[in-house]
């Protein structure tokens, strides 16, 4: 009888790992950045039916890179958790630390069984406050770690470079237009430093706009009123530099894409 082929726990968690940072690398990045009146994501996404970003709760949004069936399950699953929360609770129960811990678990249980493969995706929980002080932004990787972000955080793609970016150049109290300016510079640079131009209709963009009146503070901004704010930030402009006004209730989301 031929001895079994002996892989040490290490080597094989250090294995997983890297398969799962792979998959993640080959989607486009997504950007989270908090500006003076909220938290503004923004995706290199072509697909207008296939979102990166999307709305959780009231003032939760989650965004995500890596495989599409993957990422739109535990969305999927984090809606259900917080609506089941907030009805038999209260809806000031529903916060994005609950949300990242049962994200948390979920993706470390996933990591560390043998009997699947590691997901494949980098996932973003962010929670708006009534003050910058009180956002929250959580980044979940693979293996169900949970790192507590402040100021800028990108995952996906060329995120070490992206990250190091928006490090250096985002600073507290942005204007809307200010913060997203510098998510599309961050996102247009390739791995070898060089710039791209990217247009409005390449992007995916949404906000957590804590000044809106009604209870959810989760709104796309699209069309017209996107083409307008890269506009007037390369026109060196503040006139479009609020926060989106436009209050009609945010459609319903589906995840993303890994392209």
Do not use: C, W
């Not at 398969?19 to 080959?26: C, L, P, T, V």
């Not at 809307?176 to 998510?183: C, I």
């Not at 009123?225 to 503040?238: K, Y």
Request: net charge negative.
């Amino acid at each position: 009888m031929s001895t079994p082929f002996y892989v040490s726990p290490q080597q094989a968690m250090a294995d997983r790992a890297e398969y799962a940072r792979k998959g993640i690398a080959r989607g486009r990045s997504v950007v989270v950045l908090q500006y003076a009146d909220g938290i503004v994501f923004v995706a290199e996404n072509p697909s207008r039916a296939l979102h990166k970003v999307s709305e959780i709760y009231d003032r939760i949004a989650f965004a995500a890179v890596g495989k599409y069936n993957e990422f739109e399950n535990l969305r999927i699953g984090g809606v259900r958790y917080a609506d089941l929360r907030g009805f038999t609770y209260d809806r000031e129960d529903v916060t994005a630390r609950g949300l990242a811990n049962v994200y948390a678990q979920t993706l470390g249980t996933i990591f560390s069984s043998v009997g699947e493969k590691p997901y494949e995706v980098e996932l973003i929980v962010a929670e708006v406050g009534a003050a910058p002080e009180d956002d929250q932004i959580y980044r979940l990787p693979h293996d169900g770690s949970i790192v507590d972000e402040h100021g800028a955080v990108a995952v996906g793609g060329n995120s070490d470079q992206i990250g190091s970016y928006l490090d250096q150049r985002h600073r507290d109290g942005m204007t809307l237009a200010e913060a997203l300016a510098l998510a599309v510079e961050s996102l247009s640079r390739d791995n070898n430093g060089s710039d791209r131009q990217l247009t409005a209709e390449q992007l995916e963009v949404a906000v957590l706009d804590r000044t809106r009146p009604q209870q959810r503070k989760f709104k796309r901004v699209l069309g017209r009123q996107l083409s307008r704010l890269l506009e007037t930030d390369s026109a060196g402009g503040t006139g479009a530099a609020t926060a989106p006004t436009d209050d009609t209730p945010p459609a319903d989301d589906a995840a993303d894409d890994e392209e």
